[in-house]
T-cell receptor, first 114, second 113 residues
Framework: GENVEQHPSTLSVQEGDSAVIKCTYS??????FPWYKQELGKRPQLIID?????GEKKDQRIAVTLNKTAKHFSLHITETQPEDSAVYFC?????????????FGKGTKLSVIP | DSGVTQTPKHLITATGQRVTLRCSPR?????VYWYQQSLDQGLQFLIQ???????AKGNILERFSAQQFPDLHSELNLSSLELGDSALYFC????????????FGPGTRLTVL
């Protein structure tokens, strides 16, 4: 099955700085890579996603890059704000042979220091 | 608000008991996914249903089962509960079976004493 590694597990940045979270996946057949933000005790919320036919996607201060050859993808948050503090999860999705579930990384706790 | 609803919000029960968690997907979504989130295991996929049929199974214990009803709501049944089953259980829904965005419900926090 798919395996997703996520680094770092914790990340502290000063307000206004950039944050980068990296994930690697094991199955080259994975073709959809969402990122979720989860605040304490709340549901994971999709913040951005990318499909395997695209190398980069941007939405305001958030961007995701995908390197299919190396099987890794990254989340970039620029001009961080205190409200960006949360746990971020990457995920990879395989489709085919009836298996369409998301495999999640173990999460990165981001703290933005005012 | 994602449009996915889950009940109850909290559930406290004893070891050996059986509970049922309920999920209603977003209007029009045919796929329902169940995930377990515990502190040391992160988000673990349990099972997926599409339009009433089981489509994929993850790390779901034999003590756990699920179903999706004709109105598309889903129930996750957990039996012979153990302390280690204490976790947040999330339901997510998507329009189809594959490569579609999954929207998560607010979760049910299960505490087994």
């Amino acid at each position: 099955g798919e395996n997703v590694e996520q680094h770092p597990s914790t990340l502290s940045v000063q307000e206004g700085d950039s944050a980068v979270i990296k994930c690697t996946y094991s199955d080259s057949a994975s073709n959809y890579f969402p990122w979720y933000k989860q605040e304490l005790g709340k549901r994971p919320q999709l913040i951005i996603d990318i499909r395997s036919n695209v190398g980069e996607k941007k939405d305001q201060r958030i961007a995701v890059t995908l390197n299919k050859t190396a099987k890794h993808f990254s989340l970039h948050i620029t001009e961080t704000q205190p409200e960006d503090s949360a746990v971020y999860f990457c995920a990879a999705q395989l489709s085919g042979a009836g298996s369409y579930q998301l495999t999640f990384g173990k999460g990165t706790k981001l703290s933005v220091i005012p | 608000d994602s449009g996915v609803t889950q009940t109850p919000k909290h559930l406290i029960t004893a070891t050996g008991q059986r509970v049922t968690l309920r999920c209603s997907p977003r209007s029009g979504d045919l796929s329902v996914y169940w995930y377990q989130q515990s502190l040391d295991q992160g988000l673990q996929f349990l099972i997926q249903y599409y339009n009433g049929e089981e489509r994929a199974k993850g790390n779901i214990l034999e003590r756990f089962s699920a179903q999706q009803f004709p109105d598309l709501h889903s129930e996750l049944n957990l039996s012979s509960l153990e302390l280690g089953d204490s976790a947040l259980y999330f339901c997510a829904s998507s329009p189809r079976t594959f490569t579609d965005t999954q929207y998560f419900g607010p979760g049910t926090r299960l505490t087994v004493l």
